[in-house]
Nanobody
Framework: VQVMESGGGLVQAGGSLRLSCAASGTTFRIHTMGWYRQAPGEHRELVATITNSGTTNYADSVKGRFTISRDNAKNTVFLQMNNLKPEDTAVYYC???????????WGQGTQVTVSS
């Protein structure tokens, strides 16, 4: 499975961005898709995930500001980011989890920069 992100960029604090991630290849084994981020000098951390059935999970730091959604028919996941803060600045990675024992698939990442 290949995943590719799009939609990053530079935005002022308080602004919004929408990230998209499309999965291709052997997608029928995917059960969960999500977004992770990594800021300079930091570990990669979970932002939000969504299962095939629509169950979502968010990091506490983004609850109420970010919304994850999914188009199962198109194997695409979206991350709507509102009220962005400078601390949201990071490279955002899309992740697709498949049934065991298949490995996770990661995208190349897309840069999100929030200026104060």
């Amino acid at each position: 499975v290949q995943v590719m992100e799009s939609g990053g960029g530079l935005v002022q604090a308080g602004g919004s961005l929408r990230l998209s991630c499309a999965a291709s290849g052997t997608t029928f084994r995917i059960h969960t898709m999500g977004w992770y981020r990594q800021a300079p000098g930091e570990h990669r951390e979970l932002v939000a995930t969504i299962t095939n059935s629509g169950t979502t999970n968010y990091a506490d730091s983004v609850k109420g500001r970010f919304t994850i959604s999914r188009d199962n028919a198109k194997n695409t996941v979206f991350l709507q980011m509102n009220n962005l803060k400078p601390e949201d600045t990071a490279v955002y990675y899309c992740n697709a989890k498949r049934t065991f024992p298949l490995p996770d698939s990661w995208g190349q990442g897309t840069q999100v920069t929030v200026s104060s």
